[in-house]
Nanobody
Framework: QVQLVESGGGLVQAGGSLRLSCAVSGRTFSSYTMGWFRQAPGKEREFVAA???????DYTDSVKGRFTISRDNIKNTMSLQMNSLKPEDTAVYLCAIRISGLSYDYWGQGTQVTVSS
């Protein structure tokens, strides 16, 4: 089995910063893509950012220039540095890994991020 555990969420004022972390444990894989998603109350889960095994990154337009995704393949961890946070960034943030194909295979439980105006 694979376990993903997020940490680093919390309450921050608009314009502030938070750093989320995701730790992967259990079964190991030769390579996988890691991603962050978020889900706000009453809304669909949406893609935030992803990073490939080799470090290629992708972001949704609304966070470009504000969020930075990174990973440590030795420690099997991933981070999301979130700067210039806005109230609309408020959501539960979930990390996930994709082994192959287009779908993410394993998910964490999520960490709450709340941005006050």
């Amino acid at each position: 089995q694979v376990q993903l555990v997020e940490s680093g969420g919390g309450l921050v004022q608009a314009g502030g910063s938070l750093r989320l972390s995701c730790a992967v444990s259990g079964r190991t894989f030769s390579s996988y893509t890691m991603g962050w998603f978020r889900q706000a109350p009453g809304k669909e889960r949406e893609f935030v950012a992803a990073i490939s095994w080799k470090g290629s990154t992708d972001y949704t337009d609304s966070v470009k220039g504000r969020f930075t995704i990174s990973r440590d393949n030795i420690k099997n961890t991933m981070s999301l540095q979130m700067n210039s946070l806005k109230p609309e960034d408020t959501a539960v943030y979930l990390c996930a890994i994709r082994i192959s194909g287009l779908s993410y295979d394993y998910w964490g439980q999520g960490t709450q991020v709340t941005v006050s105006s």
